[in-house]
């Protein structure tokens, strides 16, 4: 068993999306060992996604995270990393596979409903910036 981090994003929590992505997550078989709902402000989403700060859509990025609620969660399951990047999808919703979250529910690269972490080493750092050890059951 292992864990990775991921986080429904604004656009999707914003049109009433939450549970029906948090099924499609328990269907795959994942364990939710964390779960939070929260706003972000815009340091706090500068911060998370500070490997970006370069990247000329940054800003588009961290005001979008911090609009309105994000759902965190941390999912457990064999290879994990993995199989949470293949239910997501590719980035892009246009480039993503029939049943993936984003093809179903993404409106952009960038209103694209979830995010999962990109590495394994990276899963940790994120799960351990949204969670406490005692809030992992
Ligand atoms: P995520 O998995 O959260 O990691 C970084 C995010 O940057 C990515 O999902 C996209 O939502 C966003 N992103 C990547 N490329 C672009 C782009 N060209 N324009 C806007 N946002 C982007």
């Known amino acids: 068993m292992s864990r990775t981090f991921g986080m429904i994003k604004p656009d999707a929590v914003e049109r009433g999306l939450t549970g029906k992505i948090l099924a499609r997550i328990e269907e795959a078989g994942f364990k939710i060992v964390g779960l939070k709902k929260m706003k972000l402000s815009l340091e706090d989403a500068q911060k998370f996604y500070a490997v970006h700060s370069a990247r000329p859509f940054f800003g588009e990025l961290t005001e979008f995270m911090s609009r309105s609620a994000i759902v965190a969660v941390v999912l457990e399951a064999d290879n994990a990393f993995t199989k949470w990047r293949d239910l ?47 809030e992992l059951v």
Request: net charge negative; hydrophobic share 45%; proline share 2%.
């Open 88 to 134: 997501m999808g590719a980035t892009n919703p246009a480039q993503a596979d029939a049943g993936t979250i984003r093809k179903e529910f993404a409106l952009s690269i960038g209103e694209n409903s979830v995010h999962g972490s990109d590495s394994e080493e990276n899963a940790a750092i994120e799960i351990a910036f949204f969670f406490n050890q005692f």
